[in-house]
């Protein structure tokens, strides 16, 4: 079993408060588009065969491709790796790239999961982000996507929006579980040090985020989603039951997977490796990474105590030693008789309330 990701760094604009590495034009799109090629045919000996079971497009904003252009990286990914005929193949999409022929046209690629980012229902919080489109687009790519075929859809929501409040916010909640969309991506607006928006805010031209709101916004969500039906299965990710994100769960679970492209990260297991942030970020500006055993320890521990499936104590003895596994036992006491975590058989997880700390949490048992 194992992924593959593909970074596609183009966007017909940069929202504010984007820290990813993506470029507002498409100027050089034919060039990195033949870069992307090759390195998928270069790099088709990194996952050693083993059957691809996910795909997945991110950027950037991968459906600024034409259907064209990604028919054609879907062939080469077809002639150099075997993609299970069941895998999950996932491509994030903006509202105002999307038409209902072009979404008939993914349909028709394979793709089967489409990640829409929608990030509000409401047009002074997408003014504040500088998105592109409207509270209207946002609703109707929703129901162009059901219209075109897409069962498998998920919605990104930000909250923590000094343009919103809590009542809003239970507004834009309301949208989503009224939609009967399977999954939601929901995450606190955070200020990366070279967003645009964090420049906007130093400057006095932008309202400043307040983290108690955030907080606030993310105890509504959490009961909300509960109350619809939705598990709560990683920190940022909600789902109906089954409906999670098999890609990204991958990660947590510690598959290899191949990262194409600009700034894209592959783990073969062993080693992590990850592209250049440019566009020739491909497999010939690569910088390697071989794991110690306290690294994979560490980095197993901070990723599934993030998720409704905890730490895996026997996974850590088998996979890791009895070290390992018997000092992570030791380490989770004291947070157990806190009330910090729990122990059922031989897992661990945060206990109810908890999420908004499981990184200090994770510290905690890190060797």
């Given at each position: 079993?194992?992924?593959?990701?593909?970074?596609?760094?183009?966007?017909?604009?940069?929202?504010?408060?984007?820290?990813?590495?993506?470029?507002?034009?498409?100027?050089?799109?034919?060039?990195?588009?033949e870069v992307l090629r090759q390195e998928i045919i270069q790099r088709k000996d990194y996952l050693h065969g083993e059957k691809v079971e996910t795909v997945y497009f991110g950027g950037g904003t991968p459906s600024i491709l034409t259907i064209e252009e990604l028919q054609a990286i879907f062939k080469v990914l077809r002639d150099n790796y075997e993609i299970d005929p069941k895998a999950e193949?996932?491509?994030?999409?903006?509202?105002?790239?999307?038409?209902?022929?072009?979404?008939?046209?993914?349909?028709?690629?394979?793709?089967?999961?489409?990640?829409?980012?929608?990030?509000?229902?409401?047009?002074?919080?997408?003014?504040?982000?500088?998105?592109?489109?409207?509270?209207?687009?946002?609703?109707?790519?929703?129901?162009?996507?059901?219209?075109?075929?897409?069962?498998?859809?998920?919605?990104?929501?930000?909250?923590?929006?000094?343009?919103s409040d809590a009542a809003q916010w239970n507004r834009n909640l309301d949208l989503f579980f009224e939609m009967d969309i399977p999954h939601l991506s929901a995450y606190a607006?955070?200020?990366?040090?070279?967003?645009?928006?964090?420049?906007?805010?130093?400057q006095g031209k932008a309202a400043p985020v307040n983290e108690d709101d955030a907080v606030r916004d993310y105890e509504i969500l959490c009961r909300r989603a509960a109350e619809n039906g939705y598990l709560h299965?990683?920190?940022?990710?909600?789902?109906?039951?089954?409906?999670?994100?098999?890609?990204?769960?991958?990660?947590?679970?510690?598959?290899?997977?191949?990262?194409?492209?600009?700034?894209?990260?592959?783990?073969?297991?062993?080693?992590?490796?990850?592209?250049?942030?440019?566009?020739?970020?491909?497999?010939?500006?690569?910088?390697?990474?071989?794991?110690?055993?306290?690294?994979?320890?560490?980095?197993?521990?901070?990723?599934?105590?993030?998720?409704?499936?905890g730490i895996d104590l026997k996974y850590l003895k088998r996979e890791m030693g009895e070290r390992f596994s018997s000092y992570c036992e030791q380490q989770a006491q004291p947070l157990i008789a806190q009330g910090r975590l729990s122990q059922t058989r031989e897992f661990l997880y945060l206990t109810d309330g908890q999420m908004l700390f499981a990184d200090g949490i994770a510290e905690e048992l890190f060797y």
């Open positions: 079993m194992s992924g593959i990701y593909l970074h596609i760094p183009f966007c017909l604009s940069k929202c504010a408060y984007c820290g990813f590495f993506s470029v507002p034009s498409v100027k050089h799109k034919a060039a990195f588009l193949i996932t491509l994030e999409a903006n509202p105002d790239t999307l038409s209902l022929e072009y979404l008939e046209g993914l349909r028709s690629l394979g793709v089967n999961r489409l990640s829409i980012g929608i990030q509000s229902f409401f047009d002074n919080d997408l003014k504040y982000l500088s998105r592109k489109h409207n509270a209207e687009h946002a609703q109707q790519c929703v129901k162009m996507a059901k219209d075109a075929g897409f069962s498998n859809i998920s919605l990104d929501l930000i909250y923590g929006l000094p343009t607006l955070t200020l990366e040090p070279n967003a645009i928006l964090t420049k906007l805010i130093e299965y990683e920190i940022s990710n909600f789902c109906k039951p089954g409906m999670h994100s098999r890609h990204n769960a991958s990660y947590w679970f510690g598959t290899p997977y191949a990262g194409f492209g600009s700034s894209a990260h592959s783990y073969d297991g062993t080693s992590r490796q990850w592209n250049s942030a440019s566009l020739a970020g491909d497999a010939s500006s690569v910088t390697r990474e071989t794991l110690t055993p306290e690294q994979k320890y560490n980095e197993y521990v901070m990723l599934r105590l993030r998720t409704m499936w």
